[in-house]
Structures are given as C-alpha cells and as structure tokens.
C-alpha cells in the first residue's frame, strides 16, 4: 500500500514502522507555508490550526501518490474526534478517494484497534510484525532521550546549529538501523556525538530552564511553532517539552490500573484546577505547569491553537497557577495568520524577565540552601 502519515515531530519513527510492515512509504513534506494555504483554501474557516495543516500536509502526500492515511483519533468533548471525518469528505468534494486507517487507544475500542493493524500488517508475519513494534518502541525511547539532551546542549553550544545539524544526522542514522543491535550502536554514536559539541561555561545564575506545554500538535511540530524550542536555545534557555512521543504510546499502551506514567502522574497534578477532562491536552497542561513549578523550572510558555477551546480554559486558569508555584507563563496563539516577528519580542522580553526573576531568587539565598542544578551538558 503506498502509505502515508501527518507530519509531526520525528517522523522518521512513523516511517519507520510503516516500512518494516511492507509498504510504500510516501513522506508527507514538512508544513511549509504552501502546506498552510493549501489546508487553509480547503478547511472551514473556524476549524482548529493542526485540522487545517494536516489537511494541506495530506492534499501535498496524496499528490506524491498516497493512497492510504494512517492517523491517530481523538476522543472527549473536543474537535480531535472528527478530523478524520473532516478531511475525508473534503478530500472526497475534491475528487480524491483515500482509505483512512485511524488508531485509538486500544482500551476504548479493542476490535477497531485489532482490525486496524490486521490491516495494517497486510502479509506480514505476525512474528515480524510484533518484532518491528518492539524495536519501535525501542528506538522512540531512545530518540526521545537524545532530543531531550539536544534541548539542552543547544542552549549553550559555540557554533549556532552544530547541534541541530548532528540532531538531523541522529535521526537519520537511526532510520538506517534494523536491529535492536544497531539501534544501540546508533544511541551510543548520537550520544558520544552530542557530548563532544563545544558548549560555552555558563553560571549557575545564567541557567534557565523553561518549559514548553499545550495542544500536543502545536508543541511536538516545530514547523508551526515557529521553532520555538530552538528560539528559546538560542536565548540561552534550556527546554523541556511536555509530550514526547514515547510517553504518549507508553501512557496509551498500559490499562488503567497499572498505568504509572509521566502523563498519569501529570493528569493527577491537574486535577485540582480542571477536575474533569475537557478534550484536548489541556488537563496535561495544567498539570505540567504545577510539574514545572515544583521541578523549579524557571518558566513556562503555553501554546495553543487560536480558538482551542481546552486550552482556552486552560489559559483561563493558568494565573491561579502561576501564583500558586511562582512561576512565570507566557501564552502563545498560533495559526495561520501568526507573525513571527511580534512573538518574538514577546519571547525575549519573556525570557529577560525569567533570567531576572531566576537571579533575583538566587541572591536571595545562601550558597548553601540554593537548589543546586546540574548543567544538562555534564550529565550522562
Ligand atoms: S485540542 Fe484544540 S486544536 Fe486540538 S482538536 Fe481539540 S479544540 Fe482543536
């Protein structure tokens, strides 16, 4: 089947799986501007951002030649559950005929899930079909652990893009390796790679740590979040996401009674400021932020799709928060017509302020009683 995906974050997982399965992979191009324009002349005017890129993302793979969509679904009282449907028919008004195959937890709907990897799997042996999950699975946890050191290290490199350029070698390495031996190998040179980039001495006052939550597409695809990871590197500011890929297959892997995740643990934190879940990431937001302020994170900034209705609420209680654990939060709005220039500034200013803040608490303190942070670069 020639196949193909949304675009989102490390796609070079999602690609990777499909070709173990036996298909033709068609890579969706990363969302450009054209992809927006196109998701945008198509979509209705309201819909949310990630509906209206995703859809441009799919009219540029069906026209590489996809026939097949494979996508995840969405559930609760948010607009996540009918995108499918969505870009179905306006794919078919168009005049083009796609088979979608949308996963879901495997707990809400045990027989679609089933069926929907009998499909997926097509001849392939079960065998190697639980073979290529496993090492998937595999690779994403240690993708995801060498992006989180990438995070870090980019904020104090000496040469601007080093890190990314080996980041975008690390991927591509690990889309070259078929074996849970050559994953390893391909771990190990990411890793020596990445301590050997030449980083400036930074105080223990200059460190900042911020962390980046909200509607998991805008958070995880850099492309429409005006790179925003690598904007706060480049300030100096040390990053963490709120979502990675492998917490999110591990927390949707496991039954509710053993699930002792990172998303489990978050969801709790943000229980006492939205009790219920609202669709969406915006639990997981809230939760974050009080994640954030007591792992002493210096700041925060918030992303949400303009018109995201979760994390619209979620904004809405972000100052309670932020007053609660003294942590400071920028919200930005994105889509279509975002400027880059405006949210700049408003980025700067934003992380002037946290470093001010950050100093201000330090020299409050002796020596001694500082919580001491280790430099993301010197650890293992
Ligand atoms: S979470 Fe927000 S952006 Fe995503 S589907 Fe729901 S309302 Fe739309």
């Known amino acids: 089947m020639k196949v193909t995906f949304p675009y989102m974050g490390t796609t070079v997982v999602y690609k990777k799986l499909l070709e173990m399965l036996g298909h033709d992979v068609i890579l969706p191009p990363k969302p450009t501007r054209t992809t927006i324009n196109l998701g945008v002349k198509y979509s209705p005017e309201f819909a949310c951002f990630p509906l209206k890129v995703i859809m441009g993302s799919y009219f540029e793979a069906i026209q590489k030649g996809a026939e097949v969509i494979v996508t995840s679904g969405g559930n609760g009282p948010c607009r996540a559950g009918f995108y499918e449907r969505v870009h179905q028919r306006i794919l078919e008004s168009e005049g083009y005929d796609v088979d979608f195959i949308v ?106 740590r911020i962390g980046i939550v909200g509607e998991i597409y805008v958070v995880m695809e850099d ?114 017509q975002t400027g880059i220039a405006n949210n700049q500034t408003r980025i700067e200013a934003f992380v002037d302020l946290v470093r001010g803040k950050r100093k201000q608490r330090l020299n409050g303190k002796t020596k001694l009683s500082r919580n001491k942070r280790e430099h993301c670069c010197s650890s293992s």
């Open 223 to 336: 492309s429409i979040n005006m790179k925003m990871e690598q904007v706060l590197n480049s300030l100096g500011a040390e990053v963490e996401r709120s979502q990675y890929l492998s917490q999110w297959v591990t927390y949707n892997m496991l039954p509710k009674w053993m699930n002792w995740t990172h998303e489990n643990a978050v969801l709790k934190k943000g229980e006492p400021y939205i009790p219920i879940l609202i669709g969406g990431h915006a639990k997981q937001s809230v939760g974050q932020i009080v994640d954030y302020g007591q792992r002493k994170f210096d700041g925060v900034v918030h992303l949400m799709p303009f018109g995201c209705l979760p994390e619209l609420v979620s904004q809405s209680i972000i100052p309670k928060i932020s007053e609660d654990y003294n942590i400071p939060v920028l919200t930005i709005s994105l889509d279509e």
């Open 103 to 208: 996963f879901d937890s495997m707990f809400r709907d045990p027989k679609t899930f089933f069926r929907n990897i009998k499909k997926l799997r097509d001849r392939t042996p079960w065998i190697q079909v639980m073979k290529s999950l496993l090492l998937i699975y595999d690779m994403i946890g240690k993708l995801d652990n060498l992006e989180k050191k990438v995070q870090c290290i980019r904020a104090y490199e000496k040469n601007r893009g080093e890190t990314s350029r080996i980041w975008e070698k690390i991927q591509y390495d690990f889309d070259q390796a078929f074996s849970f031996a050559s994953m390893k190998k391909a771990f190990k040179l990411g890793k020596e790679k990445l301590n050997s980039v030449p980083i400036h001495h930074i105080e223990e006052e200059e460190q900042i």
